[in-house]
């Protein structure tokens, strides 16, 4: 069987793909290792319209059963690989799939730190996204670890809500802007801790606190983590798609790579800053326009 599309990734970027690709009456196929993505362990999203305090695996169950009532043929797989043959795509899980279109949204992972205790409070006080979860930590003591400027702005932001911020820079000085740390540095809610690391995260069933490097312990409500992300693209880059500098997708603002039929949405692309349910759900929306307009008007 050949589809018209096959979308490969099941967040916010796939699912409002897949959407959008049965409206436009579409053969598709969405493929994903899990449905909902990064999505499942956001603890709480205050930042999608209509859904005010939603968590994220009760938004994605809503954009999974909005999709299924479309009647999209959904497969869990995990993908190896991607090859075009003359004008087909040939993918490759656990089974081969075949389609005119591809498109991609994997999306990427947030870099931990690796250290004892952060899977098991994941999502119970230790946050990758301080826009999806700062605002419920409003009057609560929080930690911000990071040095670059996603650290910046998010400690900034954070202030907005918490009663302090602790910023963890693990050298001597922070990469972020200076007009940004001069930010951090005005702010009376702001302390910004240089050549610190943290060694331990403990608790009962939520996060309680955190052992440093040199032994201190600090009793804290939430962390944030922003040190960096991996773009999930190796699969891409091997159908030889062209990537940024950082490993992101180059896309057009009609989510377009440089690949014929090739279409890539959400955060793996370089289209947006804002890495966030609603605009990965938007470019989704896009490229199956594009996409559209490619099998249908044999425009591209």
């Not at 003591?141 to 910046?152: E, L, P």
């Not at 009609?254 to 349910?277: S, V």
Request: with cysteine; aromatic share 8%; hydrophobic share 35%.
């Amino acid at each position: 069987m050949i589809y018209d599309v096959i979308i490969i990734g099941g967040g916010a970027a796939g699912l409002g793909a897949a959407l959008y690709s049965a409206r436009y009456n579409l053969k598709t196929l969405i493929i994903a290792k899990e449905f909902g993505g990064t999505g499942n362990i956001a603890h709480k999203v205050d930042n999608w319209i209509g859904e005010p305090g939603i968590s994220g695996m009760d938004l994605m169950d809503k954009f999974i059963a909005h999709v299924d009532s479309y009647g999209v043929e959904k497969v869990e797989d995990e993908i190896k690989s991607i090859k075009k043959n003359k004008e087909i795509f040939e993918v490759q899980g656990k089974k081969k799939y075949s389609a005119k279109s591809i498109i991609y949204s994997l999306g990427m992972v947030h870099k931990e730190l690796g250290v004892e205790g952060e899977k098991e409070f994941a999502g119970k006080g230790i946050h990758y996204c301080y826009t999806c979860d700062g605002p419920i930590y409003s009057g609560k003591n929080v930690i911000m670890v990071g040095g670059g400027d996603s650290a910046g702005w998010g400690s900034v932001f954070l202030s907005e809500h918490a009663k302090s911020v602790t910023t963890m820079v693990r050298k001597d000085k922070m990469k972020a802007e200076p007009i940004t740390v001069k930010q951090m540095e005005d702010s009376p809610k702001i302390n910004i801790k240089y050549n610190t690391e943290i060694k331990k995260f403990y608790g009962d069933k939520l996060l309680e606190g955190v052992i440093l490097k040199d032994g201190t312990d600090m009793k804290i409500d939430g962390v944030f983590i922003e040190i960096g992300h991996l773009p999930l693209n190796q699969i891409a880059e091997n159908c030889k798609v062209k990537l940024d500098k950082s490993g992101f997708i180059k896309v057009n603002n009609h989510q377009k790579t440089n690949i014929k039929g090739f279409c890539a949405a959400g955060d793996i692309t370089t289209r947006h800053t804002l890495k966030q349910f609603i605009t990965s759900a938007s470019e989704g929306s896009v490229a199956a326009e594009s996409i559209y307009n490619f099998i249908k008007n044999k425009k591209w």
